[in-house]
């Protein structure tokens, strides 16, 4: 199969290189374009990828079209390729905040399509992407379509309702787990630590329990409760950061996220 991204920012980048180190396909099969031609193709020549003169050749020569541009100019771009989407192909959209009704209205009301909210640790095989199909995209078709983020990390089926939801605790939330890897550092450094030894020593402790936690089919809390000794000082430690609000603090970074997100604050 041939994949074809329009748009190659950061996030179309991270999905990339995740399907290069996934090998899904041959890098050749991988077709882009951009507005910056100098800046795509000099990508394009440097991963092995193939590269297109305009985002209409993009759509025509791929069976999965990635639509990954930024919301103001999803419209125009989906009028120009539109005549190229038949349902033979898939719309792919990583555009936040643009609903499958909406890709339909913009372009053919019997298109397949997908809509996506990866993160960008897709570029590790580590990614987590929400996914959203319309009626028209099922089977094998469907199942090539998830393959593609299946191999850049785990996807979760939702409603687009719980997409806002889903962006601040997996897309934002990439950004706030270096923020709180960045704080346990420096209290490292604090007491002593380079600050390098302390970032590889919390990042590997951070990514360890996370794996742990979903490797063992228990809760968050179970798992604190086995390091938490009677008396020790991890419930020390536990009890001063919920007495310093951490807890609340975080709720209240994921409801100013999703407010963000919605509009309801500017």
Do not use: W
């Not at 990042?203 to 936690?213: H, K, P, Y």
Request: glycine share 8%; aromatic share 6%.
């Amino acid at each position: 199969m041939k994949i074809g991204f329009i748009g190659v920012g950061s996030m179309a980048q991270a999905i990339i290189q995740g399907l290069l180190k996934a090998k899904l396909v041959p890098a050749e099969n991988i077709l882009i374009h951009s507005a910056h031609q100098a800046h795509y193709e000099n990508y394009a020549d440097k991963f092995g990828l193939t590269p297109q003169a305009t985002n209409l050749d993009v759509a025509k020569n791929s069976d999965f079209v990635v639509l990954a541009v930024v919301p103001a100019i999803a419209k125009a771009v989906l009028a120009e390729i539109r005549s190229a989407l038949t349902k033979d192909k898939v719309l792919v959209s990583i555009v936040s905040g643009v609903s499958l009704e909406r890709l339909a209205e913009l372009t053919n009301y019997d298109l397949p399509i997908l809509r996506t909210l990866p993160n960008i640790n897709s570029e590790f095989g580590q990614g987590m992407t929400a996914v959203a199909v319309n009626e028209n995209l099922a089977g094998d078709q469907k199942d090539q379509a998830l393959s593609i983020f299946k191999a850049t990390g785990e996807i979760s089926e939702l409603p687009e309702t719980l997409f806002p939801v889903f962006s601040a605790i997996s897309g934002s939330t990439v950004a706030y787990i270096d923020f709180f890897i960045d704080a346990l550092s420096r209290a490292g450094v604090k007491y002593g630590l380079s600050k390098e030894a302390a970032t590889k020593i919390a990042a590997q402790t951070t990514f360890g329990s996370a794996d742990a936690l979903m490797q063992s089919g228990k809760t968050p809390a179970e798992m604190i409760d086995k390091v938490c000794s009677p008396g020790g000082d991890t419930i020390a430690g536990v009890l001063a950061m919920e007495e310093a609000g951490f807890l609340s603090s975080v709720v209240k970074g994921i409801d100013a996220t999703i407010d963000k997100s919605t509009g309801k604050t500017k």
